[in-house]
């Protein structure tokens, strides 16, 4: 099973924990989201729910999408996203899901959108080291070289490194660190920086991998424990 939140980030920032180390985090406000409809076995060949997130005005909606809130009798929403779940014992239509999923994780997925950076070249976008900068080279010093084939194959191989539009692509980064949770304000601080600008959609979901590192704190208190025993053996 794995459910997610969506949210907005907000920025970075710098928290301190309780044994005095400065840990940067990015800061997001999670939206909660309404289960708007429960998808069984029978229905479809699995379990799952589907979950709104985010309020739209219904003038921005299609006939299509009026009649569904409609049908369901709830508020309309501007993200609708599947989860598939072992059971559907714990949910219903019209339920609401926050943070709280997310109680006793250490560790979660993070994805959204890189920041778009336009057309660049093959030096900023791919780290090519350019042509040499003396006698000889006229006016290509970041260019990216040879391009094309010979007579056979006559082409340019998918995939070759050029220059081009460079981020704006999704990305997900796996298995980072919650570092404290607002339940009041629906705001979680995750260790590091995540892809995206400020007031950027983030998807968040629990860690679809078994992840057995150790948080900050458990690190320290090892360190403490290691260190107290060396005293007690040289006493």
């Known amino acids: 099973?794995?459910?997610?939140?969506?949210?907005t980030k907000l920025g970075m920032t710098r928290e301190f924990l309780k044994t005095g180390q400065s840990v940067p985090v990015t800061v997001i406000k999670i939206e909660k989201g309404r289960v708007l409809?429960?998808?069984?076995?029978?229905?479809?060949?699995?379990?799952?729910?589907?979950?709104?997130?985010?309020?739209?005005?219904?003038?921005?909606?299609?006939?299509?999408?009026?009649?569904?809130?409609?049908?369901?009798?709830?508020?309309?929403?501007?993200?609708?996203?599947?989860?598939?779940?072992n059971s559907l014992e714990t949910f219903k239509e019209g339920n609401e899901l926050g943070l709280e999923i997310l109680k006793d994780k250490k560790f979660i997925d993070v994805k959204s959108k890189t920041i778009g950076k336009g057309f660049a070249g093959v030096m900023k976008r791919w780290n090519f080291g350019g042509l040499r900068a003396s006698h000889g080279v006229s006016v290509s010093h970041r260019s990216h070289g040879s391009t094309g084939q010979n007579q056979d194959p006559g082409r340019v191989f998918k995939g070759k490194k050029m220059a081009g539009h460079m981020g704006d692509k999704v990305r997900t980064m796996l298995n980072l660190e919650i570092i404290k949770t607002d339940p009041e304000n629906n705001l979680i601080y995750i260790k590091g920086s995540i892809p995206g600008g400020k007031n950027s959609t983030v998807y968040l979901r629990e860690s679809v991998k078994d992840v057995r590192r150790k948080t900050i704190e458990e690190k320290y208190n090892e360190k403490i424990k290691k260190s107290e025993k060396e005293k007690g053996k040289k006493k």
């Open 37 to 85: 409809d429960i998808i069984n076995k029978e229905k479809r060949g699995y379990n799952a729910i589907k979950v709104g997130f985010y309020k739209i005005k219904n003038s921005k909606l299609t006939k299509q999408m009026k009649g569904y809130f409609a049908k369901k009798k709830t508020e309309p929403k501007k993200i609708l996203k599947e989860f598939r779940v």
């Open 1 to 7: 099973m794995n459910l997610g939140l969506i949210g």
